[in-house]
């Protein structure tokens, strides 16, 4: 699907401000079908919030694309080869220093919060009932890896942030 558009093509619609990660409508357009069908006007701000992590979505030319792809096709006339990070976890931040085309494993790596089904809420910390001690765990080549077991949520915390900096070298905490 992403082979569709072209560098070409993309810059004839859109402007792309790298500083910012904004994107701004170069010409008058419609988007959409049916009752849905949106004008946007040329000078007005492309795409829409349409995920849960910020992500913006553009649609051109019949097709829906995520705007931090289109910024390495922007920016390097190349689509990402594997996934576009977000450096500051931060899924509406599309500034061009703040991506990098990264394998999915380096994306993993780099994440900043819990997932919001956690049940502590607290990134590499569980809560062991059994022991009543808290739970600091990694994941390394796809592969958990216990880090002990520790008397504060605190205490795992700061474990498994030590094992994340020495294991993970895509993260940037």
Known sequence: MNNLLTPERLKEMLSYDPKTGHWTW???????RGAGRVHMKAGSQAGAVSHAKGYRKIGIDGQRFLAHRLAFLWMTGEWPKHHVDHIDGDGGNNAWNNLRDVTR???MQNRKRATKDSLTGIL????????QKWVAQITINNAPKGLGYFET?????HAYLEAKRQLHPGNTL
């Open 26 to 32: 170069l010409v008058d357009t419609k988007t959409g």
């Open 105 to 107: 494993s380096v994306n």
């Open 124 to 131: 590499g910390v569980t809560f062991n009932r059994n022991r």
């Open 153 to 157: 949520s605190e205490a795992a915390h």
